[in-house]
């Protein structure tokens, strides 16, 4: 072949390249590397069916119309009528600029400009959303829930020093009693209370304290429903 030819055509196609921008959908995705840019997600998403978090399961995403989860109840009226169904064009754009596709949506996140990772993390997304295809919950959370000493396991068992038995609140102190029989002070503003009424909550009439944090000066009390709190926590010192 003439190689006059042969560097027209490279010329010519290092050209193109230049002065055409790919769409997105034609960077190459690498779903190992997508897997890593998933950490921005799973702190908000998970991909078991139905366990949702701040966000819905992502789990069966692909050809689901947006906002249509049953399962998931806060979902924005933005999206519940945006009429989008997710699939790679849509998702692509969606992640690029959350705020921009669908405009008063409730995800409080940015995007990702950059073509290149969001291609990885589709790649990712699209193998992992499938029925079975979720790595293990683990990996999905990083070694966050790890470090906080909470995670996905059940409070439905617990030690004697995790079953709250009493809580007092005493000036700005909450003095919270176990039922291993010892007393702990929290300053008021370290402890929260929190509700998980899923499969993995706490019994009724069992509420569960976790440590929260890297400092162990904060902590959760978990109630199986709302209506425990006036009745596990008093006033008086
Ligand atoms: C801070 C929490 C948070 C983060 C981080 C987050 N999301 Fe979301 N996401 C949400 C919430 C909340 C919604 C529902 C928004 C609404 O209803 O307007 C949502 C909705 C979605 C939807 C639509 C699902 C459906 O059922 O229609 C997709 C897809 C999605 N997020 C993917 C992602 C991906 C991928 C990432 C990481 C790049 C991500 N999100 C990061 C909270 C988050």
């Known amino acids: 072949m003439n190689p006059n030819y042969i560097f027209a055509a490279a010329a010519l196609a290092v050209f193109g390249a230049l ?12 779903a190992a590397r997508g897997q890593r840019v998933f950490g921005a997600c799973a702190a908000c998403h998970s991909l078991e069916p ?15 119309q947006a906002g249509h989860l049953a399962s998931f109840k806060r979902y924005s009226p933005a999206l519940k ?12 754009a969606w992640l690029k600029e959350p705020q921009q596709f669908i405009p008063e949506n409730q995800m ?9 990772p969001r291609a990885d993390l589709l790649a990712f997304l699209k193998d992992a959303t499938q029925p079975g295809h979720a790595p293990s919950a683990n990996v999905q959370q990083g070694d966050m829930m790890g470090m906080m000493g ?19 609140h005493c000036e700005d ?15 008021e503003q370290n402890l929260r ?28 009390v978990i109630f199986a429903a709302p209506d425990e709190f006036g009745k596990f926590i008093s006033n008086g010192c």
């Open 19 to 30: 002065s055409s921008p790919q769409p997105a959908s034609a960077v190459e995705g690498n």
């Open 50 to 64: 139905n366990r949702n978090m701040t966000g819905p399961s992502l789990s069966g995403l692909w050809n689901r």
């Open 81 to 92: 009528s945006s009429g989008i169904i997710w699939a790679d064009n849509s998702l692509d």
């Open 108 to 116: 409080t996140f940015a995007g990702i400009k950059d073509d290149q």
């Open 150 to 168: 909470g995670g996905t396991s059940s409070l439905k068992k617990l030690e004697a020093a995790e079953r709250v038995q009493a809580i007092r």
């Open 173 to 187: 102190t909450y003095k919270v009693t176990t039922a291993d029989g010892k007393t702990r002070d929290f300053w």
């Open 193 to 220: 209370f929190k509700t998980d009424s899923s499969d993995e909550g706490p019994v009724k009439g069992a509420p569960a304290i976790l440590r929260a944090g890297m400092m162990g000066d904060r902590a959760s």
